[in-house]
């Protein structure tokens, strides 16, 4: 059963006070510092951070296509006046980070090794993403439309739900138009500065945080960072994880946070969540957390502690509790900032384990039935191995998704046998099944899962579909 994400729409805008202009076409440029710029752009794009240098304009991000992008060039044209783009920085490989370069290919383009090493000739995972991220936009669409109807009729969370639904069809759309896949040009592996004649630009890998290629940026002469908000997000505690990935540079996050915020010449400022202006201590906030909660963790398994005993030690209730001191579980309150926190200690945890689905994952590639063999091998020897249910089960989705849906079943079928007492794996087992075209195994495996969970609303309706066939 997939797991649907909360819908996050992030409202606040913080910038310094400055002499912001708007043009007759309504852009808007919001100075961050006297080399970084926010043009904001109208109907429904993304603001796009620009850093203007005497080399030219450096540009982060291309967003999710080249329509979007092209009309986002525009906007920083006419906004700033200038037309000299020089170079285009990709924070994150996520297709609908960086679908728009080919708006920018006069340009160098930036991006950590991990866009080449994920994408480059791998037309067929690319397809997949592209459905998922289509999939992702079209459901942030309908939750919004709903939403709508609980709005008073003209008022600003109307205007605002309107604004957002209608940006959410866009991306959606243009994706299905057509997808331009254009890598970088230039890469790095640890950190990289760049001489912007004027100003230098440093940056730097933040290790597997969600996403293998994640990059932070300092700008030293402003004393600012620009970190993507899929690692510091107004909403988040701490880098949220992509679905598909249980392996995370926690230290690796620690030591550039650390360098950043702690170290000989800390930033004064953070540019993170795309329009989001943070004041150094807020940041340090965050950095407490993730260090407090790694090493708890770390601490506590080698005292021997299992899963269910750190998660009760290191509650919100208990050693966690300052947690709802920090300006996030203000905002989003407990409902929100509770269950963050339990998955971040889970995958904390995870990181310390012989994965069962790290090997199927890497040695899949090139033989799932020997990687599936090997992991049945080391639990039946009793071996030094861990099995986690979802990390497992998000690897059938993966392949599933990806139309391969035989080695999906593979996948499902070894969860089943792992955890028989999950309601969620039986039907997961039973939507591959169905997929497959077996509707007997399928209605018998939605059958199970509603007898391990009768509230199970998703079992319910795909058995009427099915027996009623």
């Known amino acids: 059963m997939k797991v649907k994400i909360a819908l996050l729409i992030c409202l606040i805008s913080i910038f310094l006070p ?29 603001d796009q951070l620009v850093i203007t240098s005497s080399k030219g304009l450096v540009v982060f991000d291309s967003f999710w296509s080249e329509i979007t992008a092209r009309r986002h060039k525009e906007a920083i044209a006419r906004a700033l006046n200038r037309n000299d783009f020089y170079l285009t920085i990709n924070m994150t490989d996520r297709l609908d980070m960086f679908g728009g370069n080919a708006a920018y290919k006069e340009t160098t383009i930036i991006g950590h090794q991990a866009f080449w090493d994920k994408y480059q000739g791998k037309e067929k ?18 939750v919004s439309r709903q939403r709508l ?58 290790g597997k945080a969600g996403y293998d290629g994640m990059t932070v940026a300092v700008v030293p002469a402003e004393n600012i960072a620009i970190i993507p908000g899929f690692i510091m997000h107004s909403q988040h505690l701490a880098p949220y994880p992509h679905p598909q990935y249980a392996e995370l540079d926690v230290p690796r996050w620690i030591e550039v946070l650390e360098e950043i915020l702690e170290g000989d010449n800390p930033v004064d400022r953070i540019i993170c969540d795309i329009n989001n202006v943070w004041p150094r201590e807020r940041a340090l906030t965050h950095l407490h957390y993730i260090r407090s909660l790694w090493n708890s963790v770390v601490e506590a398994e080698e005292a021997g502690m299992g899963l269910a005993e750190i998660q009760d030690q290191l509650s919100l209730d208990k050693d966690f509790a300052f947690v709802k001191e920090m300006q996030e579980y203000k905002d989003g309150g407990d409902d929100w900032i509770r269950p963050q926190h339990e998955m971040h200690l889970r995958l904390f945890f995870l990181q310390q384990k012989n994965l069962a689905s790290e090997i199927i994952k890497t040695e899949g590639r090139d033989s799932l039935p020997a990687a599936l063999a090997k992991v049945r091998r080391l639990r039946e020897e009793g071996r030094d191995i861990y099995f986690d249910e979802a990390s497992i089960n998000s690897i059938g989705y993966y392949l599933l998704n990806s139309g391969r849906v035989p080695e999906a079943l593979e996948v499902f079928i070894l969860n089943v046998e792992v ?7 039986y039907d997961s087992l039973a939507e591959a099944y169905m997929k497959n075209g077996d509707t007997i195994k399928a209605i018998n495996n939605y059958k199970k899962s509603l007898e391990l969970n009768p509230h199970n609303e998703n079992a319910q309706e795909k058995l009427k579909t099915l027996e009623g066939m």
């Open 18 to 46: 400055s002499s912001g202009k708007s043009s007759d076409r309504g852009f808007q440029i919001k100075n961050i510092s006297s080399k970084i710029f926010m043009v904001k752009i109208p109907e429904g794009g993304e």
């Open 419 to 425: 955890f028989p007492e999950s309601a969620n794996v």
């Open 125 to 142: 995972e690319v397809e997949a993403e592209i459905k998922r991220l289509i999939d992702m936009w079209r459901w942030k669409e309908d």
């Open 149 to 206: 109807e609980t709005h008073a009729p003209g008022s600003e969370d109307e205007i605002s739900e309107k604004r957002w639904m209608n940006t959410c069809r866009q991306r959606a759309d243009e994706l299905e138009k057509g997808f331009s896949l254009l890598l970088p040009n230039v890469v790095y592996r640890d950190s990289m500065m760049l001489n912007l004649g004027d100003i230098t630009l440093k940056l730097i890998w933040f």
